[in-house]
């Protein structure tokens, strides 16, 4: 197993400077939406929309948001470590949310931390680089499966009647999606770089290896049928669809759930442009769809708005907490393993391999 003497600095993506700053930016954007939603003239609505605010459903959003978090920890352990304490993961699976809450890319980000912790108790760099292709493409794959069943139900006449561009499209566009990401272990490692290949060419190949190992584990991993996993990744997909709708409930929108989790997904992906926080990528993203889904575009601002605030302040106030906490764990040396890399995870990545390709 690869270690580090290095457990106490943070790397330079990770460093704590800079993402200080990258949380100034994102709550400065936040505060100048507000100020916007307050004194932009025209935008009367949506002013009366957020002073109409059902309180008690936005108590219930930040409760689904804490589920949705905690549905994270439960996917964290049969992912990279069976061996790992409930602690442990919590720490872990927290810190990263938190640094998702301030870094794009769909948690990217969160999972570099992770990988940081992981390779510092001495789990290896490629076992790491590995698992968490296998934990992302797991965790993002319930949106696909979700959005190939609900375009089918939806044309099926399932909620309201929308066209055939709105149900069957988006379905068959995720089908064919996971038909690729299912493919991507035939292609194989590919040839390893020879001595004299340069830092690019390096890169290159140890990136398309742990996409091919991390999409054969994924596959393998989801085959064991953990119960933890499973109730992970769909509880983390559900809640989070949940805060959407209880912030829709705050401001009196009342929409189909069919709507809710369709534009959920295709809203979603606004958070993959490089920007702090995703705001203004995902919020446009969930604002457009929903309304050209038929909901009302005041209330849709203003719920998406709640669910914006409370998806950055609920993971960065409690991934603040237990990175502090985690930071202790691995500066401790009483304190025990954060993981034990398993004599058996060789053979779950040959496994892997001929698991796809048998």
Not at 34 to 60: C, F, H, N, S
Not at 142 to 148: E, S, Y
Not at 282 to 288: C, F
Request: proline fraction near 5%.
């Amino acid at each position: 197993m690869a270690t580090s003497t290095d457990t106490s600095t943070l790397p330079a993506e990770l460093d704590l400077r800079r993402l200080g700053r990258r949380a100034l930016q994102v709550i400065a954007v936040l505060v100048l939406l507000g100020l916007a939603a307050m004194l932009t003239p025209g935008l009367g609505e949506l002013r009366a929309k957020l002073d109409d605010a059902i309180w008690g459903w936005l108590v219930v959003a930040v409760v689904l948001e804490g589920l949705s978090g905690m549905s994270y920890v439960l996917m964290f352990r049969p992912v990279f470590c069976r061996l790992m304490s409930f602690r442990s993961a919590m720490e872990i699976s927290w810190s990263e949310l938190g640094m998702g809450s301030l870094v794009p890319a769909s948690g990217i980000g969160g999972l570099a931390l992770g990988a940081w912790v992981l390779t510092r108790d001495g789990m290896s760099a490629e076992h790491v680089a590995e698992r968490s292709v296998a934990f992302f493409l797991i965790k993002s794959s319930v949106n696909f499966v979700a959005v190939a069943v609900l375009g089918v139900i939806m044309f099926a006449g399932v909620g309201p009647s929308e066209s055939v561009w709105l149900t069957l499209l988006p379905a068959a566009m995720s089908v064919a999606l996971i038909a690729a990401i299912l493919s991507v272990p035939r292609f194989g490692p590919g040839r390893v770089p020879g001595d004299g290949a340069g830092r690019v060419r390096r890169a290159v190949a140890k990136g398309r290896a742990a996409l091919i190992e991390g999409t054969a584990a994924a596959i393998v991993i989801v085959r064991r049928g953990d119960p933890l996993l499973i109730i992970g990744a769909i509880g983390y997909w559900a809640f989070d669809n949940a805060v959407l709708w209880a912030t829709l409930h705050a401001f009196d929108v009342d929409v189909p759930l069919t709507v809710v989790l369709m534009g959920y997904l295709i809203g979603q992906l606004g958070g993959l442009l490089p920007i702090p926080g995703g705001i203004g990528g995902i919020d446009g993203g969930l604002i457009g769809t929903l309304i050209v889904y038929g909901a009302p575009a005041a209330g849709t601002a203003a719920a998406v708005l709640a669910y914006r605030v409370i998806l950055f302040w609920l993971p960065l106030l409690a991934g603040a907490v237990a990175f502090v906490s985690l930071k202790r764990a691995i500066d401790h040396p009483g304190r025990p393993d954060l993981c034990r890399e398993a004599t058996t995870e060789g053979a779950e990545r040959e496994a892997a391999r001929r698991g796809v390709t048998a």
